[in-house]
């Protein structure tokens, strides 16, 4: 089976950096020691209130970088100005709402059909492949087709939301829903990614669905690399991936 690629998010290296102001720690760093660590991509999301990332961290890692980009943004003008500036690898269309403290769900394609279209034509006509982040749903997943999406990324906020309070019934459920919408999804010709809230506990049933190629992390990476350091956490991640690609990764409790 082909290895797994892994995407980490390095916004909360930037939240770190804003708590204090100045420029330490430095995102860039981070981006440059997790491909060193095994990472096959730098994700970063430039929110409108730029709470995080900035406009000059997306600047620097777009020109500074070997690993290709994906930048998180919102279906705005302004976001999309930004992208076709730089040119990023990828771009990964979110919900967004000002008052959420992380993304609290996949944004709602079928819905938002009209809005989105040409956010999509436009990126696409610049060779930026445009994924957007989704419930493992069919009607999201068809939608995401028609738009002329190249990739999805799957939520997997409430699988591990699930794991976390204990609701294992729950979390097997939403495990269940996240394998049918992979291969969907493989099935309608996308890329299938997933991602958010994934953690050392959670990674390997997920990185286990044969259809998924990409997994994105990064809160957790971080979080962990006070204890351990960033290039340990992301070469634990990263062995934990392969062993559950490779069938060796253990079931949850």
């Known amino acids: 089976m082909k290895q797994l690629r892994l995407g980490v998010n390095i916004d909360h290296v930037a939240t770190i950096r804003n708590a204090r102001g100045g420029k330490h720690p430095d995102p860039l760093r981070a981006a440059l020691m997790a491909a060193a660590a095994g990472a096959d991509g730098i994700t970063a999301h430039l929110r409108e209130d730029r709470r995080h990332i900035s406009d000059e961290d997306i600047e ?5 970088i070997d690993r290709p980009l994906n930048l998180e943004m919102a279906a705005t003008e302004e976001m999309l100005a930004i992208a076709l500036k730089h040119k990023p690898h990828a771009v990964c269309l979110v919900p967004e709402k000002r008052e959420e403290r992380t993304t609290e769900g996949g944004l709602d394609v079928a819905a938002g059909h009209n809005l989105l279209a040409p956010f999509v034509r436009e990126l696409a006509a610049a060779k930026i492949r445009v994924s957007l982040f989704v419930e493992a749903q069919p009607v999201q997943l068809a939608v995401a087709r028609a738009l ?13 939301d699930a794991h976390a309070h204990g609701d294992f019934a729950t979390r097997d459920a939403i495990l269940a829903r996240l394998k049918a919408g992979a291969k969907e999804a493989a099935r309608l010709g996308l890329e299938v990614h997933a ?28 979080g962990e690399a006070i204890f351990t350091g960033l290039d340990a956490s992301i070469r634990r991640m990263r062995q934990l991936m392969d062993e559950a690609r490779g069938g060796a990764g253990s079931a949850l409790a």
């Open 148 to 160: 002329g999406a190249h990739v999805v990324e799957l939520h997997t906020g409430a699988y591990c």
């Open 60 to 64: 620097r890692l777009a020109r500074e």
């Open 195 to 222: 991602g958010h809230g994934l953690s050392f506990e959670t990674v390997g049933p997920v990185a286990a669905i044969p259809e998924v190629v990409e997994l994105n992390i990064g809160h957790f990476l971080v």
